[in-house]
């Protein structure tokens, strides 16, 4: 069973949908004990570093993913919910994450061409960069939908990228901790795909 942790941040259910589609159980929660006893975790995400970081820590969620992630279960964060897996963001201040992944939340707007649309929306390739669990189904050229102002910066643990006049970290990987910058619940069949290959990690 995938517990997809609630904190009060995103759209849940057309997660849970994803994972209804490939014949996966998973339930929305803030239950401590139903996350416990979950296989694997989803930490979601949209919206703002701030907001998502100071609601996980005050519903305790915060320290729940992190004892999860010490106990060696397979986690993913999605989107916002990858990038509260690092270290910091630097997005309208200084913001604590995790820690889970070394680096630090960026805007794109230092690495992009200054005539480019903010924020990134749309289908990118995935240029994989380390081979990866999540991968396992996934052929060369497959696309996958973003939508976002920033990304995974001075992060050693890229396992992919997505071209956007410069090479924006799509996912990232440490031990049992794992990132999408991207929705796989939006990805169409390739995003069916990571997430059946994570159900299988």
Same mark, same amino acid.
């Given at each position: 069973?995938? #517990?997809?942790? $609630? *904190?009060?941040? !995103?759209? &849940?259910f057309s997660l849970q949908s994803s994972f209804g589609a490939i014949g996966e159980e998973a339930v929305v929660t803030a239950d401590e004990k @139903?996350?416990?006893?979950? $296989?694997? &975790?989803?930490?979601? !995400?949209? !919206?703002?570093?701030? $907001?998502? #970081?100071t609601k996980l820590r005050d519903t305790g969620m915060a320290d729940v993913v992190k004892r999860e992630a010490a106990s060696g279960k397979p986690i993913m964060g999605i989107c916002l919910g990858m990038q509260l897996l690092l $270290? %910091?963001?630097?997005? *309208?201040?200084e913001h604590e994450g995790l820690g889970l992944i070394r680096g630090n939340v960026r805007p794109i707007a230092d690495v992009i061409d200054s005539g480019l649309k903010i924020p990134h929306i749309g289908w990118n390739r995935l240029i @994989? %960069? %380390?081979?990866?669990p999540l991968f396992k189904y996934l052929k060369d050229g497959d696309c996958v939908y973003f939508v976002h102002s920033y990304y995974a910066a001075d992060c050693d643990d890229a396992t992919s990228v997505a071209e956007y006049s410069a090479e924006l970290t799509a996912s990232i990987e440490r031990g049992n901790v794992y990132g999408c910058q991207f929705h796989p619940e939006k990805s169409g069949d390739v995003g069916l795909k990571i997430l059946k290959a994570f159900c299988e990690i």
């Amino acid at each position: 069973m995938i #517990a997809i942790i $609630d *904190y009060g941040v !995103g759209n &849940l259910f057309s997660l849970q949908s994803s994972f209804g589609a490939i014949g996966e159980e998973a339930v929305v929660t803030a239950d401590e004990k @139903v996350i416990s006893a979950a $296989d694997r &975790l989803i930490l979601p !995400g949209v !919206g703002a570093f701030e $907001d998502a #970081a100071t609601k996980l820590r005050d519903t305790g969620m915060a320290d729940v993913v992190k004892r999860e992630a010490a106990s060696g279960k397979p986690i993913m964060g999605i989107c916002l919910g990858m990038q509260l897996l690092l $270290d %910091k963001s630097f997005e *309208y201040g200084e913001h604590e994450g995790l820690g889970l992944i070394r680096g630090n939340v960026r805007p794109i707007a230092d690495v992009i061409d200054s005539g480019l649309k903010i924020p990134h929306i749309g289908w990118n390739r995935l240029i @994989v %960069k %380390k081979p990866s669990p999540l991968f396992k189904y996934l052929k060369d050229g497959d696309c996958v939908y973003f939508v976002h102002s920033y990304y995974a910066a001075d992060c050693d643990d890229a396992t992919s990228v997505a071209e956007y006049s410069a090479e924006l970290t799509a996912s990232i990987e440490r031990g049992n901790v794992y990132g999408c910058q991207f929705h796989p619940e939006k990805s169409g069949d390739v995003g069916l795909k990571i997430l059946k290959a994570f159900c299988e990690i």
